[in-house]
């Protein structure tokens, strides 16, 4: 199993270009989250999605957007990027009950915003 | 709301030596508690979790941590420290299986001297 991929791993953008950042997981997860991690901070929730069509804000979704359209699929969409937006990207997965059972990550997309 | 404390940002310890990582915790319910481990450009693994029953947890890689309700905290400990286990560490809680999200401490840097 690849378990959650997510594509690029790098991208600069120019500020103000819109992007979208991939994530795909294989193993029939209901729940998906996109996080961003910036030094210091942790790591803090953009958005998240309990089933495909089903998606909720997290702890800093301005400036992004998303949709589930299947389960697998979870991109993540950059609007009009800002240099604040520079950070690590990770998203994650897990079944229903995922509090309990842990969630598994993506390797991360590093996104400079210039 | 819950929150997640993790006491010293960058911690050295020699090889062989006692790696100790201190979290605290608030939250108004039993929370679910988690410590992930992220190597250098990699995204993150759960080491451990604590959800229900035994207090004292053990992990992979030798890692343990215990949940200690009246102190409000889940600190990580590995008896002998290896050069392998050099990383960023982050302590996460969630509050229930009905809620997905997960709160992070801001992390906590391991250096091991040979």
Redesign the interface.
């Known amino acids: 199993n690849a378990g ?1 991929t997510q594509t690029p791993k790098f991208q600069v953008l120019k500020t103000g270009q819109s992007m979208t950042l991939q994530c795909a997981q294989d193993m029939n997860h209901e ?1 998906m ?1 996109w ?1 961003r991690q910036d030094p ?6 953009i958005h ?1 999605s ?1 089933g495909a069509g089903i998606t909720d804000q ?1 702890e800093v979704p301005n400036g992004y957007n998303v949709s589930r359209s299947t389960t697998e699929d979870f991109p993540l969409r950059l609007l009009s990027a800002a240099p604040s937006q520079t950070s690590v990207y ?1 998203c ?1 997965s ?1 079944h229903q ?4 059972y ?2 598994t ?4 997309t590093r996104l400079t915003v210039v | 709301a819950q929150s ?1 404390t993790q006491l010293g ?1 960058h911690v050295s310890v020699s090889e062989g030596a006692l790696v100790l990582l201190r979290c605290n915790y608030s939250s108004s319910v039993p929370p ?1 508690l ?1 410590w ?1 481990v992220q190597y250098p450009n ?5 080491l451990l ?1 604590y ?1 229900t029953g035994a207090t004292l947890v053990k992990g992979i890689n030798g890692f343990e941590a215990e949940f200690k309700k009246s102190e409000t905290s889940f600190h990580l400990t590995k008896p002998s420290a290896h050069m392998s286990d050099a990383a960023e560490y ?1 302590c996460a809680v ?14 906590t840097t391991v250096t091991v001297r040979a």
């Not at chain 1, 990550?105 to 991360?108: A, L």
């Not at chain 2, 969630?94 to 992390?107: E, H, I, P, R």
């Open positions: 959650v729940y989250s996080y210091g901070m942790g790591l803090r929730l998240y309990v997290g990770f994650a897990s009950t995922g509090a309990a842990g969630y990550f993506g390797s991360g | 997640v940002s679910y988690f992930y990699q995204g993150l693994q759960l979790k959800t982050f969630s509050v229930a299986a009905n809620d997905y999200k997960l709160s992070f401490g801001a992390g």
